[in-house]
């Protein structure tokens, strides 16, 4: 039996997408191994957000191929949409297979029997991408305890830094009977939480179904006990989603809701659709409404014309609002976008000092979440495995929790007492009976 090692680069979309290619090379006979080991083909599921995503994937090929010489490669995803013209160039590719093809890759690779190194790479790609809502051709094999359920793909937003729209084209949505049918699907499998994904999902428009509309359906499947939005626009977040997570007993009490920049000057220069002022309301606006969300960001540095104090302004808003940990970039000059036109780049040098400040905040920004929750008694989903005698898991806001246990939790929702902190998660130990959801009020 042929070996299929996957290895995703990139956001959770990107991650689902690998999961529905995962079942189908399974199906199609494929022995599924873990990327590093050898393997008889290796399909990449490329990130063009930054250029050392980019980096990233030459770097997975030339790795694969020491230990994997005759491996045949297979290269999609954002990159391979993108960068198609430098991916021919790069030694030992063998299909570049663009975003519009991508749910059927499988389809395009010779029999596993057949399966042998290209003098040159096939290619399969598109500069547009089709603009109707879909259906996915496979459903997901995930390999964790929350299933990534796609709802949505593309981005009309266009960015000024940003390739998305570029490499996934224009917004999208998945016809809602195929996600409610994959959702129960998984749901059947054992899956006891979904996390919504796409690139824009707060855009999810099907028939005249919004996604609230959507989350209601999908509250009414038996058994799911959680459901979990990811990366959310702040323009799309509306009071009936924030009245829906304030009441709902599955929608989880976390969002995670791109700020960029905390200067009007560089959110304007970026094409950000919001000001400062707006997004602070909006955060208040829920914070008010579900006191214990959980609250994440990005937030980029670096971008062209961030003086130090517009950096300073980011800095004093990261500070003030409630966040639980932010994601920290370094803005990466994207050729084809307005941004890499702009003048006044800021040097390397001065954005990596101002992401190793913000990264920082974040340490203790998660830090300081995780001790609101000394002496409360949460509800934990763990996860499968066991770290150093520790068996992990995280609770609906998003609080990773780690509890000393020899018994295996995976996939199980369990009362855990939190007891003390890192600045990486929470320490915890399980409580003999179920108790109701204690919350401390944020201070």
Not at 11 to 22: D, G, I, K, P, S
Not at 97 to 118: E, I, M, R, T, Y
Not at 315 to 329: E, G, K, Q, T
Not at 387 to 399: H, P, R
Request: net charge neutral; charged share 25%; with cysteine.
């Amino acid at each position: 039996m042929k070996r299929a090692s996957l290895h995703t680069l990139g956001c959770r979309l990107n991650q689902a997408e690998t999961a529905v290619l995962t079942a189908r090379l399974r199906r199609d006979g494929y022995r599924i191994v873990e990327f590093g080991e050898l393997t008889d083909l290796l399909v990449v599921n490329t990130c063009s957000v930054t250029e050392e995503a980019e980096r990233t994937c030459r770097y997975v090929i030339r790795k694969t191929l020491k230990h994997s010489p005759d491996a045949f490669v297979a290269v999609t995803g954002c990159y391979a949409q993108t960068g198609v013209q430098e991916l021919r160039t790069i030694p030992g590719i063998d299909l570049i297979v663009g975003n519009q093809f991508k749910g059927d890759l499988p389809s395009f690779l010779p029999a596993p029997h057949s399966l042998k190194k290209q003098p040159d790479p096939e290619v399969l790609h598109t500069r547009t991408i089709d603009r109707e809502d879909f259906i996915l051709p496979e459903y997901g094999d995930p390999d964790s305890t929350r299933a990534l359920l796609k709802i949505q793909d593309g981005c009309n937003v266009m960015c000024s830094f940003c390739l998305i729209p570029f490499a996934r084209g224009r917004e999208r949505s998945r016809l809602q009977d195929d996600v409610i049918q994959e959702a129960e699907i998984l749901v059947a499998g054992g899956y006891r939480e979904l996390v919504l994904t796409g690139v824009n999902i707060g855009q999810y428009r099907q028939d005249a179904l919004d996604l609230v509309g959507l989350i209601a359906r999908l509250e009414r499947i038996e058994g799911l006990e959680r459901i979990r939005i990811s990366s959310i626009e702040p323009t799309t977040i509306t009071n009936t989603l924030i009245d829906r997570m304030a009441s709902s007993s599955k929608l989880c009490p976390y969002l995670h809701i791109p700020l960029q920049s905390g200067d009007d000057s560089i959110l304007s220069s970026m094409n950000r659709p919001y000001s400062v002022k707006e997004f602070t309301l909006l955060i208040q606006r829920a914070m008010a409404a579900i006191p214990h969300l959980g609250l994440g960001t990005d937030i980029m540095v670096g971008f062209p014309g961030e003086t130090e104090e517009a950096f300073e302004h980011t800095l004093d808003i990261a500070r003030a609002l409630p966040f639980s940990y932010f994601h920290v970039f370094t803005y990466s000059q994207r050729p084809g976008t307005a941004g890499a036109k702009l003048p006044n780049q800021v040097p390397a040098a001065v954005a990596r000092s101002r992401a190793k400040t913000l990264t920082e905040l974040s340490r203790l920004k998660r830090l300081a979440f995780a001790e609101r929750y000394i002496g409360s008694i949460l509800s934990v989903l763990f996860e499968s495995g066991h770290l150093d005698g520790f068996s992990s898991g995280t609770t609906a806001n998003f609080l990773r929790v780690n509890v000393p246990s020899s018994l295996d939790l995976t996939n199980q929702l369990k009362d855990v007492q939190i007891t003390g902190t890192s600045d990486r998660w929470a320490l915890g130990k399980l409580t003999p009976e179920r108790h109701p959801l204690r919350i401390v009020p944020m201070l």
